[in-house]
């Protein structure tokens, strides 16, 4: 039967990307993983890694060992979690990623059923890009990552995008800046001052695809990821943004702006990224049902 320590040393060194790397991580010298992947390619009849230069890099088999050593550490990841999580008292530990170009409005809607229907629950959230939350998510460092897109196709990890739902989009404004316009929408934007979402948003070109349809040209402002930020300066006047429909009236509620108009047009998607096909994890379960409730 083959070592499975000698590969999950292998598994490591191709995640980390050297075997230095691994050994940090690993808390061992590089010499012992060294050793250790020898035996490894002595067991299997071949090399699973190459020297280039100074780099490794995996060998055709290599890959192909890659792909199985992810999905068996993944499910030994998932066994682990699911046998902590039998006893009763103890809380149950959901890491979750958000990616930040999530609304916080949206990520805050989406994750709380998990605290209002779990009892015993202790959440660790994570904001950051999506790539590092991916990252984070193939070492089992996080239960899910939420995000506006599934997992891109150049991004190697085996994991699973489950749709949470979609929804449309509002254009809200402060009341001086809406005081200022016709109320002839979408026409009125022609010209007015916009906060447009960043380039790393999914929602940024279909937005810009919608003006060119409809023939608006607005005076763009400023671009910003962060959506808090953007909000900021939209509740100082200082142009219209864009937030997902059913986040409209809490934007109301909370900062005063004034809703200009909506469209179905500009479509927001939300994805609960896992490494489980079927998810089982009780947190994930709750997210999922609720989120599919709540979006379209």
Request: hydrophobic share 40%; aromatic share 6%; proline share 4%.
């Amino acid at each position: 039967m083959i070592n499975y320590k000698h590969l999950h040393y292998f598994w490591m060194v191709a995640k980390e990307g050297s075997i230095v790397a691994a050994a940090e991580r690993l808390n061992v010298t590089p010499h012992t993983i060294s050793a250790q992947l020898s035996l490894l390619d002595d067991y299997l009849g071949c090399s699973l890694f190459t020297k280039v230069g100074r780099q490794l890099e995996l060998t055709e088999t290599g890959h192909m060992v890659l792909s199985y050593a992810t999905d068996i550490f993944s499910l030994g990841g998932e066994l682990e979690e699911r046998v902590r999580n039998l006893d009763k008292n103890r809380p149950l530990v959901f890491k979750v990623g958000v990616v930040d170009v999530v609304p916080k409005s949206i990520a805050y809607h989406l994750l709380s059923p998990a605290i209002d229907d779990i009892k015993n629950i202790r959440m660790i959230c994570h904001e950051g890009d999506a790539n590092g939350l991916l990252a984070e998510l193939a070492l089992h460092r996080l239960d899910l990552v939420i995000s506006e897109s599934p997992i891109p196709t150049d991004v190697s990890i085996n994991g699973f995008s489950h749709s949470l739902g979609h929804c449309g989009s509002s254009f809200m404004a402060h009341p001086d800046v809406a005081s200022q316009l016709t109320d002839d929408f979408p026409n009125n934007l022609n010209g007015s001052p916009m906060l447009l979402p960043g380039e790393t948003t999914i929602v940024r070109s279909q937005l810009l695809q919608w003006f060119s349809k409809n023939r608006i040209h607005p005076r763009v402002i400023g671009e910003f990821d962060d959506s808090a930020l953007i909000k900021a300066f939209a509740n100082a006047g200082k142009g219209i943004m864009v937030v997902p429909t059913p986040i409209k009236d809490e934007v109301i509620a909370q900062l005063g702006l004034v809703c200009l108009g909506e469209t179905d047009e500009v479509v927001n998607h939300f994805y609960a990224i896992s490494i489980e096909r079927k998810i089982s994890h009780t947190a994930v379960e709750k997210i999922t049902t609720s989120a599919r409730d709540w979006l379209d």
